[in-house]
């Protein structure tokens, strides 16, 4: 049986350690975090994932998945732990650098270890692989290595980890068709190779494509906001032309992926990279507009407040990590304007979360900022009885508009200025 030993236990890790252990693999999940050891041990789960608890269940009942805070000697070591941002946007690569140091001590000829974690374009051959040679092995030459960055969307990840085509570089030929040869035992998607920096630079580019055409999307919406048309009616009109595939604004971008990777493009060629920047800068300044618009919005009365719906990077999931809805709340709270928050999905957050009743009691204007699809079924009537003042603003587009108006709602919709019409 094929030993795999994954570091990180997190979002991706835990996942890809449960699918490969539902598999025939006898996988080790090694991870620094004592309580998420044996949360995963008791085959519970540490994130809300559709499909994932039935398959770490089975993976730790089938007695193939094990968690600890050590890694140990294996055939395959596959290393998912965090690429975080620093201060002054450059990647963090110490947990890679660690997981990286914590596996010498088992390496053997033979060994294939593979870096799944979004990381800057170079990082496998110039940071980890240095790493790896102090035990004596050669990448290359006895020692396999390679780049295989995952491609999941949050909410679809046990699907997307089975289906999705990856892209996979190895510092040579061998490392990377060892490497596709092990996805190939649970992936159904294609599996195509290159060198590892290609590889990077292929994952960091899908996230930036997305970025930089959200932050186009964004400043459309700007423009229409201050013209007076609707740029979802623009997009969507636009999106009618064969080759045109417009993105959808909204109160900025949030997660730990295109808010962050387009950085390590920009972290390599500073002086070149320069739309790519722009669009950062571009996402990263949509919650102050909408905490700007919000403060225009709201009537003269004194001590405003303000009912904000769903704080996650985005609808229909718990995480709020680095969620736009951070900035706007920063922005109201620098403007002195008090808010309450309802969240159906998000348990962990920096500020007190409230029930559905208690934040909207007395509020001057509800803000939808994440669009969980349980917000289409929140009747405006029922709503606007427990407010001050009837004012809303979707960021996303994603009311009925039209019923809350009929329901005395003053409706207003980033990207769009004045209300429009009911053409
Ligand atoms: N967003 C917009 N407008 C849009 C699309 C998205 O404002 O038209 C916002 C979302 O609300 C959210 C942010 O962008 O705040 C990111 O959301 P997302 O759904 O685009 O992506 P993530 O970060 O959840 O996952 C991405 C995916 N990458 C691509 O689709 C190219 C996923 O496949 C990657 O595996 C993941 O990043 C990752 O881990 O890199």
Same mark, same amino acid.
């Given at each position: 049986?094929?030993?795999?030993?994954?570091?990180g236990?997190?979002?991706?890790g835990l996942?890809?350690?449960?699918?490969f252990?539902?598999?025939?693999?006898?996988v080790?999940g /090694?991870?620094i975090?004592p309580?998420?050891?044996d949360t995963?041990n008791? @085959?519970?789960l540490?994130?809300?994932e559709?499909?994932l608890k039935? =398959?770490?269940?089975? /993976?730790?009942n089938s @007695?193939?998945?094990?968690? #600890?805070?050590?890694?140990?000697e294996?055939d395959v070591?596959?290393?998912?732990?965090?690429?975080?941002l620093?201060?002054?946007?450059?990647?963090?690569l !110490?947990?890679?650098?660690? /997981?990286a140091?914590?596996?010498?001590p088992f390496?053997?000829?033979?060994n294939l270890?593979?870096l799944?974690?979004t990381?800057p374009? @170079?990082?496998?051959r110039d940071?980890?692989?240095?790493?790896l040679?102090? !035990?004596?092995?050669?990448?290359g030459?006895?020692?396999l290595?390679?780049?295989?960055?995952e491609?999941?969307l949050?909410g679809?990840?046990?699907?997307?980890?089975i289906?999705n085509?990856?892209?996979?570089g190895?510092?040579?030929r061998e490392s990377a068709?060892a490497?596709?040869?092990?996805?190939?035992?649970?992936?159904?998607?294609?599996?195509?190779?290159?060198d590892?920096?290609?590889a990077e630079?292929?994952?960091?580019?899908?996230?930036?494509y997305?970025?930089?055409n959200?932050?186009l999307a964004?400043?459309l919406a700007?423009i229409?906001?201050s013209i007076?048309? !609707?740029?979802?009616e623009v997009i969507r009109?636009?999106?009618?032309h064969?080759?045109?595939n417009?993105?959808?604004?909204?109160p900025?971008?949030?997660?730990?992926?295109?808010?962050?990777?387009?950085?390590?493009? =920009?972290e390599k060629?500073?002086d070149?990279?320069?739309?790519?920047a722009?669009s950062?800068?571009?996402?990263?300044?949509?919650?102050e507009?909408?905490a700007?618009?919000?403060? #225009?919005?709201?009537?003269d009365v004194p001590?405003?407040k303000v009912?904000v719906l769903g704080?996650s990077?985005?609808?229909?999931?718990?995480d709020?990590?680095? #969620?736009p809805a951070?900035?706007?709340?920063?922005?109201?709270?620098r403007?002195?304007?008090?808010?309450?928050i309802?969240?159906p999905?998000?348990?962990?957050?920096?500020?007190?979360?409230?029930?559905l009743t208690?934040?909207f !009691?007395?509020?001057?204007?509800v803000?939808?900022?994440?669009?969980h699809?349980?917000?289409?079924?929140?009747?405006?009537?029922?709503?606007?009885?427990?407010m001050?003042?009837?004012?809303?603003l979707?960021?996303?587009h994603?009311l009925d508009?039209?019923?809350?108006?009929?329901h @005395?709602f003053?409706?207003? =919709?980033?990207?769009?200025r004045?209300?429009?019409?009911n053409f």
């Amino acid at each position: 049986m094929t030993k795999l030993c994954v570091l990180g236990l997190g979002y991706i890790g835990l996942p890809t350690a449960a699918i490969f252990a539902t598999n025939g693999f006898e996988v080790l999940g /090694a991870d620094i975090n004592p309580h998420l050891v044996d949360t995963v041990n008791r @085959g519970r789960l540490p994130i809300e994932e559709p499909g994932l608890k039935t =398959v770490v269940n089975a /993976a730790v009942n089938s @007695g193939n998945l094990r968690a #600890s805070t050590e890694p140990a000697e294996a055939d395959v070591f596959l290393i998912a732990v965090p690429t975080p941002l620093t201060e002054d946007k450059k990647a963090d690569l !110490s947990y890679v650098i660690s /997981a990286a140091e914590s596996i010498v001590p088992f390496l053997r000829r033979g060994n294939l270890v593979i870096l799944e974690s979004t990381s800057p374009p @170079g990082t496998t051959r110039d940071r980890l692989t240095p790493i790896l040679e102090r !035990s004596g092995l050669k990448a290359g030459a006895g020692l396999l290595v390679a780049h295989s960055p995952e491609r999941v969307l949050p909410g679809r990840i046990i699907k997307e980890l089975i289906q999705n085509d990856r892209v996979i570089g190895g510092v040579d030929r061998e490392s990377a068709e060892a490497a596709k040869a092990l996805y190939q035992k649970v992936c159904e998607g294609q599996i195509y190779t290159t060198d590892a920096t290609t590889a990077e630079m292929v994952k960091v580019m899908e996230n930036t494509y997305r970025d930089v055409n959200i932050a186009l999307a964004n400043e459309l919406a700007k423009i229409c906001e201050s013209i007076g048309i !609707s740029a979802w009616e623009v997009i969507r009109l636009a999106n009618r032309h064969p080759r045109v595939n417009l993105h959808w604004p909204g109160p900025g971008v949030g997660g730990h992926c295109l808010a962050v990777d387009p950085w390590f493009v =920009v972290e390599k060629t500073p002086d070149i990279a320069q739309i790519i920047a722009l669009s950062r800068r571009t996402n990263d300044g949509m919650p102050e507009h909408v905490a700007a618009r919000v403060a #225009s919005l709201l009537p003269d009365v004194p001590e405003p407040k303000v009912a904000v719906l769903g704080v996650s990077y985005k609808g229909n999931i718990d995480d709020a990590r680095e #969620s736009p809805a951070l900035g706007i709340l920063a922005g109201l709270r620098r403007r002195g304007i008090d808010f309450a928050i309802y969240d159906p999905h998000v348990r962990d957050f920096e500020h007190d979360l409230s029930g559905l009743t208690e934040a909207f !009691s007395g509020a001057d204007c509800v803000i939808l900022v994440a669009d969980h699809e349980e917000f289409k079924f929140l009747h405006p009537q029922q709503i606007g009885r427990r407010m001050r003042t009837r004012i809303l603003l979707d960021t996303r587009h994603f009311l009925d508009h039209r019923l809350w108006r009929e329901h @005395g709602f003053e409706a207003h =919709v980033l990207g769009e200025r004045p209300c429009p019409s009911n053409f």
